[in-house]
């Protein structure tokens, strides 16, 4: 999920929820990580390589 200005009480990617959201007021990103979700601000965004 990408999003310019991300404000929400709660995110669910397939079968995963995070309800305690970080509010960003900058472009940032939510995406799996290991089952869980994570979210990044895109300027700090890492996606790991396996």
Do not use: T, Y
Not at 6 to 28: D, H, N, T
Request: glycine share 4%; with cysteine.
């Amino acid at each position: 999920i990408a999003s310019v200005c991300l404000e929400a009480s709660l995110l669910q990617i397939g079968g995963a929820i995070l309800r305690e959201v970080p509010a960003f007021s900058e472009p940032s990103v939510a995406h799996l990580r290991e089952d869980n979700i994570v979210v990044e601000r895109l300027n700090e965004l890492k996606f790991v390589e396996e």
